[in-house]
């Protein structure tokens, strides 16, 4: 599996001069290989390779200064070709917009593929001499040494680096290569290592046990600094130099939420893996929810997609499980009996008419994922062990309850039984 580790990098003043400097010469060449593909196409109805988009990058490489080899190093030019052949195929595959012509300030990454850089303690050879890179110092061709703060090590084989701008500070990302964790047997795993979850905006996770984090809405903390520099921003005139120190408050800021939101997320990863070896979450679709305007820019500020993501990742990284499951009807339904009980979102009891269990609403979304996500594992009678990462539909309660029961019927499907007994099972 690959894994990215970034570090702060403090370059010089003249360094950092010369970085930007090619930051804006890449950035013209992105645009002028974005034509060229698209007037291909105009013109010939055909469609220019990625190995065809790179012969135009070195076509236009030995016509202009500023992107030759004494000026720049050749993978990274090469790297630009690459970028415009994957924005369009992403884009022809629906992942993303059609690329657009990149402005100069927008343009804040520059990638080495495979050479040009060298690792903080390898050795290294330059002009029939072998020097060694001293600890928190990386070397770049064409730029020189740079300090570097490497607070962990990195870990697995390098594949790439990247250097990148954001807000007034220098960031390098190596990409590395880890091995593959092997995943810890199931069979053996204690039903209390194994952790149910339900996101919410008033808790952040409520797990299957009864604990829950509090949602820490870091975006409305720090709303009214926002909304108070963006009106002195505005009042500025544009491009002047009072502009671009605003501008860059304004970017610290936003870059300030988003390390407080990413460093919350790393911790409730961490506590969650410390103790369980399988947790099981609702996966759900942002586009969907972000469709209620009422609620969109809190549900943006808990950013519960990048959380599944991230959990998801870590769980492959330390060889242990997770499950994601559909959230359809795990807010409706009873964990305990499979009750039908309809309640909208001003309810945050769950008491069930049938069985009378009366508990959180929270919580009982999370008993409900855990039981779903544990019979899909295998731990129910006669079924084999699957493993999460097969190309399989998400573990769903859909199904299991006819569509007038989504409007609070309490008719049941005469087929319903088998899937209830399979969780009674459990």
């Known amino acids: 599996m690959l894994a990215a580790f970034r570090y702060r990098m403090y370059p010089k003043p003249w360094q950092e001069r010369l970085l930007k400097s090619h930051l804006s010469r890449l950035c013209a060449l992105y645009n ?19 190995d065809e988009l790179r012969q135009a990058a070195l076509d236009i490489r030995k016509r202009d200064e500023g992107l030759q080899e004494k000026e720049i190093h050749s993978q990274v030019v090469q790297n630009v070709a690459t970028r415009v052949y994957t924005a369009f195929k992403n884009h022809f595959g629906g992942r993303a917009r059609f690329p657009k012509r990149k402005r100069e300030r927008r343009y804040r990454s520059l990638t080495y593929p495979q050479s040009g850089f060298r690792a903080c303690g390898k050795v290294f050879e330059e002009k029939n001499r072998t020097e060694l890179i001293e600890k928190g110092r990386l070397y770049l061709s064409k730029v020189g040494f740079l300090r570097i703060f ?19 500070e220098w960031y390098a990302v190596f990409v ?54 963006q009106r002195v921003l505005s009042r500025a005139i544009m491009g002047s130099r009072n502009f671009r120190r605003l501008a860059l408050r304004l970017a610290r800021l936003h870059r300030r939420v988003t390390y407080q939101r990413l460093n919350y ?120 062990v699957k493993t999460p990462m097969e190309p399989e539909p998400l573990p769903s309660l859909r199904g299991m309850a006819s569509l007038c029961e989504e409007v609070g019927s309490s008719r049941l499907q005469s087929w319903r039984g088998r899937h209830r007994a399979f969780f009674f099972r459990n």
């Open 265 to 384: 997320q790393n911790q409730v990863i961490a506590n969650l893996y410390k103790e369980n070896d399988v947790v099981i979450l609702e996966r759900m679709r942002m586009e969907d929810l972000l469709r209620n305007h009422c609620l969109a820019k809190s549900i943006q500020d808990a950013a519960f997609g990048k959380f599944v993501r991230k959990t998801q990742f870590k769980a492959d990284m330390l060889g242990k499980w997770f499950v994601p499951v559909d959230p359809w009807g795990t807010t409706q339904l009873c964990c305990n009996c499979f009750e039908w009980v309809p309640k909208d979102l001003r309810e945050r009891r769950h008491r069930c008419p049938n069985c009378g269990i009366d508990l959180k609403r929270d919580e009982n979304s999370a008993l409900l994922i855990r039981r779903l996500g544990l019979l899909w594992l295998g731990y129910a009678p006669g079924r084999g």
């Open 150 to 168: 490497m607070h962990r090590p990195s870990n697995g084989r390098i594949k790439n680096l990247t250097i990148k701008y954001d807000a007034g």
């Open 32 to 50: 002028e290989l974005r034509d060229l593909k698209i007037n291909t196409w105009r013109e010939k109805h055909a469609s220019l390779s990625e």
């Open 176 to 229: 590395c290569k880890l091995p593959d964790q092997q995943k810890v047997p199931i069979e053996g795993i204690p039903e209390d290592h194994v952790k149910g979850g339900d996101l919410g905006l008033i808790n952040f996770l409520t797990l299957s046990d009864g604990s829950s984090t509090e949602c820490p809405r870091y975006l409305k903390r720090s709303e009214e600094k926002i909304k108070r520099l």
